[in-house]
């Protein structure tokens, strides 16, 4: 728990109370730690992944010892559910590492996979020892977040005026979020979508919770956000589960507006956070975020495995 809680970004260290940290990082290691041996979570896994060449125990978590002293706790990945992507995702070490150490830890735990043929690991890095990207390393997603009583008091300068927010009673505009969906798809021109799709019953339920906010630009429907209270590792707030907009308003300040709104909309204990994820190439996303006060608490980080 101490290598973990050395991790957590300075930022986070000021907004929450170490004993609360603790306490968070040990309730998640806890329940990540029972997927050793969590048959139904190994068969769903196995199932939806769907190879042959595969058994349900091969999804269980597993230590990869580095040395006599060192050890990692793994689990196999796919990047976006994709299996032509696997990736092996560090849950938790007992000792620090520099970047340098990186890599070679890499290769081993390559070979602790190799039914899978990982492509990378990937871990958290909450103190931003790994600078910049180079052939070794890349960025996955940043998590933002503040303190929502700081971003209400945030200067942001918005004019709100020209747009109309509404929050819905009801999943009616399902059908421009899947139009706005599709356009990402087909602006991405057959890359990788940075993004994914929320279900029906997920953004119903939202719209239950009154978490869900509709933009409209001269009476049409122009995108959303959505956020649920979710606890996450250490962090106890809010996260964004989605914010789009159809691409004919984008460019217009909507999003950061849209994003502006919803902060002024929840209530909040002291210590609540507004935060989530966005992806290292989600240039737009990541600007409304820190327009809006949000600050970058760290980043997942590939590195490659040599094939």
Known sequence: MEIEFNNVSPKVKEWLADSDLKSSITKHIDDE?????DQDFAKSFHQFINRSDTVPSDFLYKIVEVDQHRKLVTSIRFKGGDIRQPFVEIISKNFDTRQHE??????????????FQPLSIRFFDGLNTIEKETTDFTFDQW?????????????????????????????SFYKNYEKAFQQ??????????????????????????????????????????????????????????EEIL?????????????????IE?????????????????????????LANGRLKTGKYVFCKINQ
């Open 143 to 171: 998590y933002l977040a503040n303190q929502l009583s700081t971003l209400k008091s945030y200067k942001t300068g918005f004019n709100q005026d020209k747009f109309e927010f509404r929050i819905p009673t009801d999943i």
């Open 102 to 115: 990186w890599p070679p830890i890499a290769q081993l735990v390559g070979k602790s996979y190799q039914l």
């Open 33 to 37: 730690f029972k997927k050793f041996t």
């Open 184 to 241: 990402l798809v087909e602006a991405a021109n057959g890359e990788e979508v940075l993004v994914y799709k929320e279900s029906k019953e997920s953004i119903q339920t939202l719209v239950d919770k009154q978490l869900v906010i509709g933009v409209y630009y001269d009476n049409d429907w122009a995108g959303f956000i959505a956020v649920d209270q979710i606890n996450y590792k250490y962090f106890k707030g809010y996260c964004v589960m």
């Open 246 to 262: 159809l691409k004919e308003y984008k460019g217009k300040g909507l999003g950061k507006a849209l994003q502006r709104k919803m």
């Open 265 to 289: 909309h929840l209530s909040s204990k002291d210590d609540e956070l507004l935060y989530g994820t966005i992806d290292n190439k989600n240039i737009p996303s990541i600007k409304t975020a």
